[in-house]
């Protein structure tokens, strides 16, 4: 079955800066790939995803890329500001009616 | 915009009772999953639901754990004798069947305390 690897576990980045979090994932038969925003307590919230057809997309400050060929992905955020801090899950899915399959998740802390 | 509610927030029961957790989908969804978080970990997926049966379930999904969708609104996960390791945050997602429609929509989740 599908395996998600996700680092790091945990991200300082002082205010304004970037922040990078990587995920691999292992069956190729994947193709659906969105990330998660989870504040504590809270449920998961997605805040962008790509499919496998799309090397790259952006948000705003947020934005993704994917390598099909190495099975990579990550996630870039731009200007962090403090209501950044949570942590973030990367997942994979293989289609529409699919099990999503998370990573371990990144804690995020912006540092004012 | 329409959002999955679940019910309770918080569940705290004895080890061995059964529980049941509800869920209310998006009214037009048609896929549904459980999924639970253990406290400080990742979201694991348990099952999903299509056409009034189990499309797929995980190896956590054992005997105990049942899922139903008893009116066509609500759905719900019954566990049936709980044990200490059942304590996590069970959140359950619907999905809209169509060509595109990727996105499962989580509901805020159950906290369950087995005691």
């Known amino acids: 079955g599908e395996n998600v690897e996700q680092h790091p576990s945990t991200l300082s980045v002082q205010e304004g800066d970037s922040a990078v979090i990587k995920c691999t994932y292992s069956?190729?038969?994947?193709?659906?790939f969105p990330w998660y925003k989870q504040e504590l307590g809270k449920r998961p919230q997605l805040i962008i995803d790509?499919?496998?057809?799309?090397g790259e997309k952006k948000d705003q400050r947020i934005a993704v890329t994917l390598n099909k060929t190495a099975k990579h992905f990550s996630l870039h955020i731009t200007e962090t500001q403090p209501e950044d801090s949570a942590v973030y899950f990367c997942?994979?899915?293989?289609?529409?009616?699919?099990?999503?399959?998370f990573g371990k998740g990144t804690r995020l802390h912006i540092l004012p | 915009e329409p959002e999955v509610t679940q019910t309770p927030s918080h569940q705290v029961t004895q080890m061995g009772q059964e529980v049941i957790l509800r869920c209310v989908p998006i009214?037009?969804?048609?896929?549904f999953y459980w999924y639970r978080q253990i406290l400080g970990q990742k979201v694991e997926f348990l099952v999903s639901?299509?056409?009034?049966?189990?499309?797929?379930k995980s190896e956590i999904f054992d005997d105990q754990f049942s899922v139903e969708r008893p009116d066509g609104s609500n759905f719900t996960l019954k566990i049936r004798s709980t044990k200490l390791e059942d304590s996590a945050m069970y959140f359950c997602?619907?999905?809209?069947?169509?060509?595109?429609?990727?996105?499962?929509?989580f509901g805020p989740g159950t906290r369950l305390t087995v005691t």
């Open positions: 997602a619907s999905s809209v069947r169509g060509q595109g429609h990727y996105e499962q929509y």
């Open positions: 009214s037009n969804h048609l896929y």
């Open positions: 997942a994979a899915s293989a289609g529409r009616d699919d099990k999503i399959i």
């Open positions: 639901f299509y056409n009034n049966e189990i499309s797929e």
């Open positions: 069956d190729s038969a994947s193709n659906y």
């Open positions: 790509i499919r496998s057809n799309v």
